[in-house]
């Protein structure tokens, strides 16, 4: 395959300024390959990052957002042998220094050479350059081979998963048969919810407000939702599980009342894990951690090789995340496609922009 | 219900000799309630607790063996609240004595006072008279309820499945997308196979020499399985797995081949648990435990209240143990069901034995 | 030895009424021993309960509070074989029901059946009598016997170090050479800094505002202490630690502002063990737990048996508590050793409570 | 500080052939640092590796083997910034590929591209060189900043100190109050006992047949010593265990009879971390670790950066491994100081080969 100098890209050129123009498609440097993107599943986290940038790492004017995405390896530096052109693959966003304490204890998504490119830090999408693009460069250690069950649209949403998914293996992951509640039926909220049942949960419980939302979760298997503007949860979890609350809490909604309430809803002993995005400080009842002996955590980003782990509960179609992904725009469109993932336009969950019509 | 003072019973009058007898209907202890039996599994076993009884703790002339059954709670001691009248219920075969160190940790199944009776511990079928009787009493920490959707039939097999699962929590359960390798399809190793599934491995291989069980392991959705009669399990399971090995090995065979072979086609860093009874000494490569750095653990039985988080999945269907039903007898056939197991007579895996016509 | 009829004690007669009187010798219950009480070591929960009792369970009148103590068995129930007459022993004051879900996974403290006397439940000076009074009746899985390099006043404060030691259990314990810092240098803080560094911590850092007792940190072991008036304890952290945070925090101070603090000065990945009492809600930078991948816990008093592991550590002198324990009275001066206590009279860090003259 | 070219190295012409050479100063790599050697101290495994090379990755006729070695930063790669010349530091032998899926979860030293050079993997000593030279370029990530407080001889035993370490992580560390057995009384086998005590072992219990280096466990703060040519071994710590047996086995001895007794004299769900360098196939009670539901695993190498945990516990005395440092050679000399350490001459534990004369 040929492979251009130049390529359409969506660029931050000022906060809230995101722009299609023409970029030269990146050099790879050794451990890189030549990503052809096909689609970038927009997260929630992204308009943020338009509006406001990361935590001072985005050099306006010339960084691409976007951190969910699938393509095809293009092209590959010399020292890669792991992946040959041709190869279908999902991509994460986080590779760490490899040098620091952190990483090399596996933690790499809380390396502590964060932004430092010199050293090797990259952050697709957040400090570094990422996926709204025809092409993008990304580190052997980001990239993880699709099979070709997993669609590319599908594949997209696998960081997500990631996500999730590391945020079970810090809290002892889902053991087998325990009442799981979930709060907040967003994407990652709903993925929460399916996956906690694969991994063997007994009864998936999903709270939220928006009916529809709610009604998605119960095609993917989860047992019981509950609308918390019909229902009081509290007390009808109680019910639920014999007056000893639940085993593990996911909290994926960000909001404050939820998240103390996640405190109320766990058992003695229970676990809970804040998978949220909380922008301001949350009063808690901490008494509660030590009174009833919680264990709480939350999942920085999809560490410790976790995306992998998803990919055969993907492939064979166990992880079915179809039912998310709502909207498809071109890459042209990527203003609309924003403005149609942050209003929910149409019930929109998932929204993936596509650099090319492909399929 | 009218409880009669005796009961039908097959007792063990010497080793090798097993008779059902009329026996005295056992009185409550505290905290016990009286099962009406409805269903006992026929374990790997009892064969050799008939033969030889069970390191001396098993008192010939009055010793009812049998340690997995289900049934219908009759009484209960006054101070039994938590089970009533009436309640369909399975049964763990473990009573620690709940005052040890290694009871107060939760190790109630490797309980330090095992066999002293006086302190309060109980092995039913092993040390303490179990269910091949139409009644057994049963401690309420060795009763779990059984909804309606599970049979009685079905329960019976739970103890065998809390045993795999205990010796998944020991191992640091199933992690998701894992490659988990059962060796011997024996009742233990198609649950085995079948669990891992359920808890979120990706891949799950069952190998083992005949023929018609692998099949049933097919059934029950296993992967792939392999006939160490027709490939090279080790060759083929590195070609599997791109030459790494398994994430995990569970052995069931109990036999000194695959025990030594697990650790040749697990991974560096990977998991063997041991789930079979090893008659002899096993001589095994030591040196690859420090130098691939495996995590080695077998289960004591269903430890840690693990049969109850079997419940959920059995009830719900995930966990559909009927293929392993293969034959049903009365209590008074009691040993042509003990001939019909260890004969494998009609491809026997699972024999319940039932002491009265129930269903 | 003769055992009398009645003994002295103190009895919460109303809230905030508590009087020596004289009151039975309890009866032995199955399972339980007569301890003829030597010390018993004023809790800072002690203060509450006779201000307002334990959450409802309290039986004012008859009630007999004080939950640290030790002393000397003068009898047994039949059933007893672990314990003898004459063994020195100190008591921990919870014994679960033994029967729920938790209690069989080793969770006594966590007891679903908390304050149910007829299936068990115990908690001695909570629910249940205590140990300001001549004797007490224990159950034996609330014994552990002493050596007689542990005297009986530091033996008190075993009930503590069971809780630190809880806590450090459920954090994942002390991992050898990381920097644990400690906020509060009340007893329990004290205490934590101590193990932290006996458990292997390469640095222990202290947090508080009174110089006498950081000087008694120092005293125990601490390598540093900060004054919280006088240096800024982030930044003196940050300093210490490269930038990076410490391992691990223990806040014992029950304070909103350290507690919040926590977060601040822990590193990513690092953990929290929450062991202060939080009257309030407190306001957290909930965020931080996902995006730095905290993990955060606290200790439900002594559990798992804890107590025991401090006992070889306290009994060849790595665990010196005598620095703490400040002053003593007899049980007729009670109301004196909780002014004393409360008032931090004298600069009182541990009072101890003797029923009779012993030593 | 001027860098020669040229430098003096022990060289492996071919197997059993080690000579003192002339070399080249070998050339920084990207992240790599040249360390000038100061000590380094002779491992169990050289004289296997001078005699055989190691799985066939050793080059013959440039290979420089010594894998425990200290020095001083003289020169630094531009990328490295978190280590300047005139540093002290110790080298930890294994340097993952950091790219496969074992190095991204921190089990680096069971990297999957062992020996492969061009990913990046590196073995100093074993696969690539080591530190039987004047100098040697290591990677950052191998590299341990030393404090004042420790000696580069006392400093080159820490590579052995990560080993012990990492196997402790592995198997749970040790836990508080904990009675460990120590068997074999080498290098590792005193280091691990000393350091089982300093991570809160209540009672460590070092076994082995001389009792010069018995002597020595005991000027290393060991409890008790027990001699195998003159007490039951088993007998005795069932004895000193209250018939429970140990907590924790560490076998260091390498032999077939303590590798299977340790299984016996370990109590039931206790631990077993096999160090050894088990040269042939060892027979085990399989059935053992089932029914006694033992955990087992033992460690490769100093994984998970744990060398630097050891280095607060050395540098402040805690882990004071002077005691095993019982000669001393220079590099000219290497063939003799092999010859002491492997003869036992002079009761030889730890052998230091010096570049040159330094202190």
Redesign the interface.
Known sequence: MSIPKTMKAAVLFDYGDLRVTEMPVPELDA?EALVKVDSVAICGSDPGIIARGWQGYTPLGSFIPGHEFTGVVVATAP?V??LKVGDRVAVEPHKGC??C??C???????C?NYGNL??GHRHYGFSTNGGYAEYAACH??TLHKLPDSISFEEGALLTAVGTV?YG???IG?V????TVVVTGPGALGLISAR?AK???A??VILTGTREERLAIGRQMGVDITLNVHEVDVLQKIMELTNG?GADMVVECSGQPGP??QAMEIVR??GRIS??????E???????K????????????AE???NL??????MADGRLNLKPLITHRFSLDQINTAFDTFTGRVGGAIKVIVKPESVS
Chains 1, 2, 3, 4 share one sequence.
Do not use: F, H
Request: hydrophobic share 40%.
């Open positions: 451990g020292d042998i792991r490899g040098r304490e952190n090399l204890r596996g933690l790499y998504t809380t502590l010199e050293l052997d250690t998914m079970y293996e810090r992951w053991r087998p048969g325990e996956l694969i991994l063997g007994g009864c000893i998240a103390a003695k002993n804040y998978n949220g995005v909380y922008r400080a949350v009063s808690l009842p901490l008494n951690i030590v009174q009833w002996n919680l264990l709480i955590t939350g999942p920085k560490g410790m090789w992998e782990r998803a990919i055969p509960l």
